[in-house]
């Protein structure tokens, strides 16, 4: 199996295949070496990086796609994204990042939505 089968293999996700070439690219591993020359670091960081794919730079809702020739048809369906779901993966896509002292990390907490605590005063 190749690094870009395993990357394939390790996701749901309908990312086109360039993607998943990206994800191994950005991380200056060869998609066609061998899956087994990847370390457990490897792993998990790609693990993080399809996260980051599905999370930050895809949205969170797509429709479903129909192509068909002949007698062949595939068909990708539809997917919706819930909070609960992008708080989980968010939350483990952080924990990798943090693990490895990955840049990825910092830049992600940099970008937390700040609260805005409302003053509330009651009035009798």
Known sequence: MTVF???KASSRYSFEDITYKKIAF????????????????DKELFTADIIYAAMILSPSKTSSQTDSHNNFEKVIG?????????SLNK???LSIYETYDDPRFYILNRTKKEISIL????II
């Open 78 to 86: 539809s997917e919706n994204t819930t909070d609960a779901k992008l």
């Open 119 to 122: 003053k509330i005063e009651d």
């Open 26 to 41: 950005d991380r200056n591993i060869d998609d066609n070496n061998d899956a087994s020359t990847l370390s457990v670091r």
């Open 91 to 93: 939350k483990l896509m």
């Open 5 to 7: 089968e395993w990357l």
